[in-house]
């Protein structure tokens, strides 16, 4: 599955040269009601799930990706205000999962919950894994739950490029700095095959494009997109 994360360009240099991408923490996501997609009106409810998102929050971040890299809110947001770049990178199919979102919150009432949660309360705390109010939907996010496991001495923790999160695009932003060039330099040319290309607000539309003056460069060696096994 080819999915797309947008970074700074400082940030894009860093994670091509130490291939490797930032695993986010659920306490430095920017939606306050990240876990929290379960109403919180009774009192054991926002107990209960204030508890679960500190239990979570401490072993376990996630990679955050969208499935377009052409939403001009994304390069705005995510993207440095358009000086930032996007990377495609397929991800083994049985990792990412969909978010869906909602127009309000779920309801159910978990101060009746038995400890451990039933089948029923348990899937549902996972769901609001997954679960976001309908104004980010212009993000078409896509998530990769992952453990934490050894930080770095500044507390950052990372996902190493792998067989199951493999860079095949690089997308400069129409103010990014950064060109082709001095992109397919840092790039590995034994790795599978990457291609940089630059972008551009469309002429008649409100999407991002292709840069077509600017020829796309390609890196590494040309492999046969995997297919996962199963």
Not at 55 to 64: F, M, N, P
Not at 113 to 121: T, Y
Not at 130 to 142: D, R
Not at 188 to 194: E, G
């Amino acid at each position: 599955m080819l999915l797309y994360h947008m970074t700074s360009a400082n940030a894009c240099l860093e994670i091509l040269r130490r291939k490797r991408l930032k695993i986010s923490l659920f306490d430095d996501l920017n939606d306050p009601f990240e876990l929290l997609a379960i109403s919180t009106g009774e009192k054991m409810n926002r107990i209960l799930l204030q508890y679960m998102k500190k239990t979570l929050a401490k072993k376990h971040g996630l990679l955050c990706f969208s499935s377009t890299w052409q939403e001009p809110l994304m390069w705005a947001h995510y993207g440095d205000k358009h000086r930032g770049v996007c990377l495609g990178f397929e991800v083994a199919d049985h990792l990412p999962q969909q978010v869906k979102y909602v127009p309000a919150r779920l309801n159910y009432d978990l101060s009746s919950e038995p400890v451990p949660f039933s089948s029923q309360a348990a899937k549902l705390v996972h769901e609001s894994l997954y679960t976001k109010h309908i104004g980010w939907a212009y993000e078409k996010e896509w998530r990769v739950y992952t453990d934490l496991r050894e930080p770095e001495k500044d507390g950052r923790y990372f996902a190493s490029f792998s067989d199951e999160l493999v860079l095949r695009e690089v997308l400069l932003g129409e103010r990014c700095k950064l060109t082709t060039t001095s992109i397919a330099t840092l790039l590995d040319r034994q790795a599978p095959q990457v291609t940089i290309r630059a972008c551009r607000a469309a002429f008649t539309s409100f999407v991002v494009t292709n840069q077509k003056a600017i020829t796309p460069r390609r890196v590494g060696v040309f492999l046969e997109r995997r297919r996962p096994v199963i």
